[in-house]
Nanobody
Framework: VQPQASGGGLVQAGGSLRLSCAASGRISTYAMGWFRQAPGKEREFAAAITYGGVSTSYADSVKGRFTISRDNVDNMVYLQMNSLKPEDTAVYYC??????????????WGRGTLVTVSS
């Protein structure tokens, strides 16, 4: 499984972006997550979703603004980001857990996509 994030770009504060994650292998039985790494900071959790999409989890910093979703038919995961803030600027990574829930750490990581939010 090789997740690949896309959809990043430059956006003004208050704007929206939708990130997409495509995987080389089937991810329908895996929980999936989005993580981000801001310049000079460690990578941090942003959002996660169970294999069937029933349950989700969000970092407090993005709760109410970001929405994670998935389409198991198309083997895709999405992160809708609204009301973006300059502090959301980071490289965003999609990751696959090897379980149906997101209790453990992700195992498969792909290249990230850069999101830059200007003030």
């Amino acid at each position: 499984v090789q997740p690949q994030a896309s959809g990043g770009g430059l956006v003004q504060a208050g704007g929206s972006l939708r990130l997409s994650c495509a995987a080389s292998g089937r991810i329908s039985t895996y929980a999936m997550g989005w993580f981000r790494q801001a310049p000079g900071k460690e990578r941090e959790f942003a959002a996660a979703i169970t294999y069937g999409g029933v349950s989700t989890s969000y970092a407090d910093s993005v709760k109410g603004r970001f929405t994670i979703s998935r389409d198991n038919v198309d083997n895709m995961v999405y992160l809708q980001m609204n009301s973006l803030k300059p502090e959301d600027t980071a490289v965003y990574y999609c990751a696959a857990y090897t379980s149906r829930t997101y209790n453990a750490r992700p195992v498969y990581w792909g290249r990230g996509t850069l999101v830059t939010v200007s003030s």
